[in-house]
């Protein structure tokens, strides 16, 4: 399913005293089947933006196409719902969510609510939980005695259990520890190639942006202000900086070695195998 | 050098428990060390920081804060040396606004008002956010929260200062914020001791100590600690970034050196190997 916003605003409260805009004039077009990063600081309209992809934002002027589906200030919300069901939002911190008494009750109860009878649901909770690394013994626990990680994972099963098309992730790994934010990163990647998802990953973790995005979007104070492959976004260490962006750790090693020694990176690599592609050759050619 | 934290033969597991969620536990922290906890999800480290409070009591062993023992007589007292920061930013505010906020725990104590004035404009110029003093907590930033969460305690005057995983939750900007401000504390002579998963943070301690299931692994310098390289991922810490590209080149057939090196050190290194070459 691609995405096209066209000359989006979006204003909170608006006629009010308290009015304020967040979304300033943006076009942009996210590809089907893409892992697309949106980054950009705190404040800088990332969440607003997630908001308008099903629909739960409408925007204050423009359009929006999702796949067909047109959205404009005045399309009713009823004409949404089926959009909840293709595109699946997993927000910041999503363990804050569950509710149910059981692990497989809290995934299955999306896609029953969509419609699905107990045992279809039950049973596409099963596969979802299994997608997500989440091991049989825990399904009919309390999603409340499990771990930070495995609570995630859970909140994660029940987005993918509506099997949506587009799954949108805002910094799904933040408060996790090392290993996990590697376990769930690598769930997603999986997914996009076992299910043929569209991602949209909302991030402050540029590594994962080098390692993972094949697209990116930056948001600045609620303006785009650019969009391209990684290497295109990366490519300029001072630009970045400028906007007060973080880089690949991979990309700040090469910038810092770039303007201390004799090595000369053609293509600024984002990742340390890259990185040490690079090193290797340039090493090789003076010896 | 002055002790402020004794653990000897420290054991807990909660009564409905039968697995000990830390055994053996032997550490010592000097006054005005920096020490990193590190371990993995489960590891214990957040049991270790509320057995350190009197939150929790030991099963077996012995907690001495300033040289006193830790017991039902003694936790009050001690309790008032120590503050702690916790992960969440948002589940940690009680007043109206930045300034209430700080001055809550004053307020229990019945500290006069005069002296609280000062107490609180002094911990909020601590942490940069003085100048926010009259806006509400909700609104804040979460780097901008936490700051205000260790105003909260550095206006009680503790000794040692706790933070659980208190910048997990934030962006690398308020993360830096939050960092900045512990290195300045650290300067200014207090205790502390952050448990945390952050590279960056650990390697600005002064002893890094790492507990594995229930059990102090290694208590030794970061530079230390890191030489562990790609192990570090089992201990709840990210690899260094001059360790993982150690790694890369390696896999290349490339001879790095064996012992830790800081990216500094990295750079250096490959300077002066393509001058060589």
Redesign the interface.
């Known amino acids: 399913m691609s995405i096209h916003f066209k000359n989006v605003n979006y204003i909170y409260q608006q006629a009010t005293p308290f009015e304020q805009q967040a979304l300033f004039d943006i076009s942009l077009t996210i590809p089907s089947g893409s892992y697309t990063a949106i980054i950009g600081?705190?404040?800088s309209g990332k969440s607003t933006l997630l908001q308008h992809l099903n629909g739960l934002l409408k925007p204050t002027s423009g359009q929006i196409t999702i796949e067909k589906q047109i959205i404009t200030p005045t399309t009713k919300n009823k004409a949404l719902s089926s959009l909840r069901k293709q595109v699946g939002i997993v927000f910041q911190?999503p363990e804050a969510q569950l509710f149910e008494e059981t692990v497989l009750k809290d995934i299955a109860f999306g896609p029953k609510n969509f419609g699905s009878s107990e045992q279809e649901a039950t049973q596409l909770a099963r596969q979802m939980a299994h997608l997500v690394n989440l091991p049989e013994e825990l399904l009919e626990k309390s999603p409340f005695e499990l771990?930070?990680?495995q609570m995630r994972r859970v909140a994660i099963a029940g987005i993918l259990a509506m099997e949506p098309q587009v799954l949108v992730l805002d910094e799904p790994t933040?408060?996790l520890?090392?290993?996990?934010r590697?376990e769930i990163m690598e769930i997603f990647q999986a997914l996009r190639i076992k299910q043929h998802l569209t991602i949209i990953l909302v991030t402050?973790q540029m590594d994962d942006v080098a390692r993972y995005a094949n697209h990116v979007i930056v948001l600045e104070k609620g303006r785009l202000l650019a969009s391209g492959t990684p290497t295109e976004i990366f490519s300029d260490p001072d630009w970045l900086r400028t906007h007060?962006l973080?880089l690949p750790?991979?990309t700040r090693?090469a910038s810092?070695?770039q303007k201390?020694?004799?090595?000369e990176f053609s293509k600024m690599p984002l990742t340390?195998?890259e990185?040490?592609?690079q090193?290797?050759q340039?090493?090789g050619k003076?010896? | 050098m002055e002790k402020i934290i004794e653990i000897a033969d420290l054991t807990f597991h909660y009564p409905q428990q039968d697995s000990e969620l830390l055994r053996q536990v032997n550490l010592t922290i000097h006054k005005g060390e920096w020490v990193a906890l590190i371990g993995h999800n489960g590891s214990g480290k957040s049991t270790l920081a509320r057995l350190i409070d009197g939150l929790l009591v030991p099963t077996t062993g012995t907690l001495k804060i300033g040289g006193t023992i830790l017991s039902d007589a003694s936790v009050w007292q001690i309790r008032k040396k120590i503050g702690m920061v916790f992960q969440n930013p948002d589940n940690q505010f009680v007043g109206a606004n930045v300034e209430e906020d700080v001055a809550f725990g004053l307020e229990n104590l019945a500290i006069p008002r005069a002296q609280m004035q000062v107490r609180v404009k002094e911990a909020l110029q601590r942490v940069n956010m003085w100048e926010f003093r009259e806006h509400e907590p909700a609104r804040l930033s979460g780097g901008q929260k936490q700051r205000v969460a260790l105003a909260g305690v550095i206006a009680m005057r503790p000794e040692i200062i706790i933070l659980d995983e208190a910048t997990s939750m934030l962006d690398p900007e308020g993360r830096k914020d939050v960092i900045k401000i512990i290195q300045e504390l650290s300067q200014a002579g207090f205790t502390i001791i952050s448990i945390t998963h952050d590279i960056n943070e650990a390697s600005l301690a002064q002893r890094v100590v790492v507990l594995n299931d229930g059990q102090i692994l290694q208590a030794a310098t970061p530079q230390t600690v890191f030489a562990r390289g790609e192990k570090l991922l089992a201990v709840g810490l990210d690899v260094p970034f001059s360790e993982k590209l150690k790694v890369a080149l390696s896999r290349q057939g490339l001879h790095v050196p064996a012992g830790y090196l800081t990216e500094e050190g990295m750079i250096d290194w490959l300077c002066q190997s393509i001058s060589k070459t």
């Open positions: 600081h705190t404040g911190f771990s930070g990680g933040a408060g520890d090392p290993r996990g590697a402050h007060h973080a750790q991979a090693f810092a070695l201390k020694s004799g090595f340390e195998e990185l040490a592609n090193l290797v340039q090493l003076r010896g």
